[in-house]
């Protein structure tokens, strides 16, 4: 059994689609599992939707809302020309519920209205692939993820009930696979114990592959992406990038772990505890080789592999009354970090201060500030970014980053990571008002 993911990008208008459907189409393989996201950046503009009704801009939502499925239509009357009305209702009958539940103040609050309205985006892309499955004459049957995929209420980070998402896929998925020998279903989505939406975390689909895969010990996952594999940087960013051949889980979790956007973080593990190789290729050439992510260590030395993280902030944290940074203090801001849910990339402390560096979200910092500020005297620099490089080579970033000030560097024998600012953007720090 394979299991082949497919993202936005890869369902992003009609000539994408049919790349798609051609993939597929020049697959004998069976059985085969297809998730697929939402299509183009249809869950940034749904996120917008959210914020909008959060913000009592009704009109605003409804209009954002109106222009997803305006565009969402207009795919449809492209791959359909004569026969859409079906596609076209059935759309209307997952929006029309969204519709409904904007028009009401959800007491449930942000992230739960969140994924009942963001989940949308997959549903509908995932209605319209099956239809174009159908026109093609692909054999298949559609699952609402919701059914399979049970997870705990922490919504827009939701952890998967391992249990019972083995026991629903047995139950729902695997006749549909055994009927038809292919079943298609939509990523980044599952269900809370009490029955509604939750999601497993931006850019989750290619978790749903993997747990799928884990759960039917499949023989691979296929990621299907715009670029040609796995790349040691991001070629947005570096002009002369290589593509990895292979790469180990152990790599790819350390370049998740560092913030590359390369594959959803939770993905690797359940594929590593069943040995099952995840491949990452070009939807645009199928016939380019991929990456291939397995146990084994690549051939030759690896590249340089490079993260670029921006929007950082670095926070200082400095004892007030000249007492060391002692082991119960560390606890005290390592109680705060957890609480408030908040990830530190990379820390340094001295005797008598701690500083860190963190995604800058200014309200988790607002509420850290608030938290910690009785017993620190604490000041922050933004604009800050945190480059990490995986098997560094002599000078290989320097040129990359002739425009910067170093703040901080830290090294260890596989890892260089350096905490920079834009020489331009040299600030003074912000000390937060009591
Ligand atoms: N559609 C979701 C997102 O954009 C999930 C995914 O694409 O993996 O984050």
Redesign the pocket.
Known sequence: MKIFKF??ASLQNYSRIQLVLDILQSTPHRPLVIVV??MGK???ALEKVVEYAYRQQQELAMQMLDDIVARHTEIIRELFPHEHDHLLQQMESYVGRIRNFLSHPCEKGYDACYDQVVSV??IISSLIVSACLEHIGISHAWIDARLIIHTDACHREAELDWEKTRQAITEHLLPGLQQTGCVLTQ??IGSAPDGSTTTLG?????YTAAILAHVLEAESVTIWKDVPGLQNADPKLVSDTRTLPKISYREVIEMAYYGAQVI?PRTIQPLQQKNIPLWVKCFLDKQLPGTCIHHELPDEPLPPIMVWKKNQVWVEFTTRDFSFITEHRLSRLYDAFHRLHIKINLMQNGAISFSCCMDHHPEKLNNLIHDLQHDFDIQYHEGMELLTVRHPQNGWHQEMIRDYLIWIEQRSPNTLQLIIQQASQASIPVVPVH
């Open positions: 993202g936005g996201s939402a249809t869950t940034n985006g997959e990523g980044f931006r850019e989750g689909s290619d959803h």
